[in-house]
């Protein structure tokens, strides 16, 4: 139970850091380059949202690897159980912050089924990138140099590719989104199914 906790707990805290990193370099892009990034650069997806995906999906996996994998010694379904929840945790607390930055999204009731949607897609988006990772990591399907760039290869692209879509803001990439993260947990579960056999 003490486990549970605090991987919840992490996952808040990962969140809350990302946030504060990617504020911390928005401070260092204002005081070098001389370019002030605002709420607005989230909605075009420049050198920025690209860094703001590295820094979650980096927070992620030295959080699944460190510490779930390393420390807390865990495998197979308890690490990609670990993960799982790690990313929900991590998604709903990006979504409260959200919601609370934004007076607009403040009245849920109000919101068009396309918001929801997309407020909805945060939390999913976190979680299968997060299993993903544990994945990945629980399989040792990577080795070799460069394993953590190989890992996180995927993650970030996927991120990314959800980020473009959900820009795009139309009914059509709504189904496209669906079909991302379809693919995401789905790949996933193939990597989870071999390492049973692999390992039975």
């Known amino acids: 139970m003490k486990k549970i906790i605090l991987i919840i707990s992490l996952g808040i805290f990962a969140a809350l850091f990302a946030v504060f990193a990617e504020q911390l ?3 260092l892009v204002s005081i070098f380059w001389k370019k002030e990034i ?7 997806l420049g ?3 690209i860094a703001a995906t590295l820094i979650e999906e980096g927070l992620k996996y030295s959080a699944i690897y ?3 994998k390393e420390k807390f010694d865990l495998e197979r379904a308890r690490l990609w159980a670990a993960s799982l929840t790690f990313g929900l945790f991590f998604g709903l607390t990006e979504l409260l912050l959200i919601i609370i930055s934004n007076e607009k999204l403040a009245d849920l009731s109000a919101l068009s089924p396309e918001v929801i949607f997309s407020l909805a897609t945060i939390i999913l988006i976190q979680a299968l990138n997060a299993l993903l990772i ?3 990591l629980a399989s040792r399907f990577f080795s070799g140099k460069f394993i953590v760039l190989k890992i996180l290869f995927f993650p970030v692209l ?5 980020n473009f879509l959900i820009i795009q803001k139309s009914n059509f990439t709504n189904w496209l989104v669906g079909i991302v993260l379809g693919i995401t947990l789905i790949t996933s579960l193939v990597i989870i199914a071999f390492n049973f056999r692999e390992l039975d």
């Open 134 to 136: 544990g994945a990945f």
């Open 158 to 162: 996927i991120h990314l590719l959800y």
């Open 47 to 49: 050198i920025f949202l």
């Open 66 to 68: 460190f510490l779930f």
């Open 25 to 27: 370099l928005a401070v």
């Open 38 to 44: 605002i709420f607005d650069y989230y909605g075009h």
